[in-house]
């Protein structure tokens, strides 16, 4: 069983906090390195799901770990996390996920570090891309123009979209990636039928869809196997 505990950690804006899960010991011996992950919340903050996230990708031999963006601060309400995510400094979160990729690889003594996100944290993952994550998977989020350098992503990542997405920009995710492609780097846009915003949220069923989530779960794993040396 993976083990869990609230770390703190330096960053370039100060001292962060964050959830952090180790493999098992038979998890840990089953992977060919000591990889690392972060894993970028929703809008919602540092809740029980994304919790349960870092946990499964520790099931998989990944030392996973979910900063706090929020400071503590969490909301199953829309209007309140649309409230939280509004009054969040992009600009602190970066310097806080780059803090947290630096401690798995300092203090953990991960090899590689990937990054995965949801919804308002996938645009940060692609955020993070440009920070030196060794690989990305972005769920139904990319960032608005001009919201990152995006000609700095060197690493091969994934972007995930329902077909009905109605937050972010689909199209212009997929501009990049062919963009990313022509320069050699491994990208690719899914986009899954009939599934929406927030597919992979199983806490969520007015928008789980068990199918897409799934695929995009194996999809994922496969990247970070591969990717994360």
């Given at each position: 069983?993976?083990?869990?505990?609230?770390?703190?950690?330096?960053?370039?804006?100060?001292?962060?906090?964050?959830?952090?899960?180790?493999?098992?010991?038979?998890?840990?011996?089953?992977?060919?390195?000591?990889?690392?992950?972060?894993?970028?919340?929703?809008?919602?903050?540092?809740?029980?799901?994304?919790?349960?996230?870092?946990?499964?990708?520790?099931?998989?031999?990944?030392?996973?770990?979910?900063?706090?963006?929020?400071?503590?601060?969490?909301?199953?309400?829309?209007?309140?996390?649309?409230?939280?995510?509004?009054?969040?400094?992009?600009?602190?979160?970066?310097?806080?996920?780059?803090?947290?990729?630096?401690?798995?690889?300092?203090?953990?003594?991960?090899?590689?570090?990937?990054?995965?996100g949801f919804c308002m944290g996938g645009a940060l993952t692609v955020i993070a891309a440009t920070l030196g994550a060794d690989a990305y998977a972005a769920f139904y989020g990319f960032p608005p123009k001009g919201g990152a350098q995006l000609d700095r992503i060197s690493a091969p990542g994934l972007l995930f979209f329902g077909e009905q997405e109605t937050y972010f920009s689909v199209p212009d995710a997929?501009?990049?990636?062919?963009?990313?492609?022509?320069?050699?780097?491994?990208?690719?846009?899914?986009?899954?039928?009939?599934?929406?915003?927030?597919?992979?949220?199983?806490?969520?069923?007015?928008?789980?869809?068990?199918?897409?989530?799934?695929?995009?779960?194996?999809?994922?794993?496969?990247?970070?196997?591969?990717?994360?040396?």
């Amino acid at each position: 069983m993976a083990s869990e505990q609230n770390v703190q950690f330096a960053t370039g804006a100060g001292t962060a906090s964050g959830y952090l899960t180790h493999p098992s010991a038979a998890d840990a011996a089953a992977s060919a390195s000591r990889r690392g992950l972060i894993v970028l919340q929703e809008w919602w903050g540092l809740v029980p799901h994304i919790k349960d996230v870092a946990q499964r990708f520790a099931a998989q031999g990944f030392v996973a770990l979910a900063p706090d963006l929020y400071h503590g601060k969490s909301t199953v309400q829309a209007e309140e996390a649309s409230h939280l995510m509004g009054a969040l400094d992009w600009s602190v979160a970066a310097q806080e996920i780059a803090g947290a990729m630096r401690y798995l690889r300092e203090v953990e003594g991960c090899t590689s570090v990937g990054v995965v996100g949801f919804c308002m944290g996938g645009a940060l993952t692609v955020i993070a891309a440009t920070l030196g994550a060794d690989a990305y998977a972005a769920f139904y989020g990319f960032p608005p123009k001009g919201g990152a350098q995006l000609d700095r992503i060197s690493a091969p990542g994934l972007l995930f979209f329902g077909e009905q997405e109605t937050y972010f920009s689909v199209p212009d995710a997929q501009a990049f990636a062919a963009s990313q492609v022509a320069r050699g780097i491994a990208t690719e846009v899914i986009v899954y039928a009939g599934a929406g915003h927030a597919f992979f949220n199983d806490t969520r069923p007015e928008a789980y869809v068990a199918g897409p989530a799934a695929d995009a779960w194996q999809h994922t794993l496969a990247l970070f196997q591969s990717a994360l040396k």
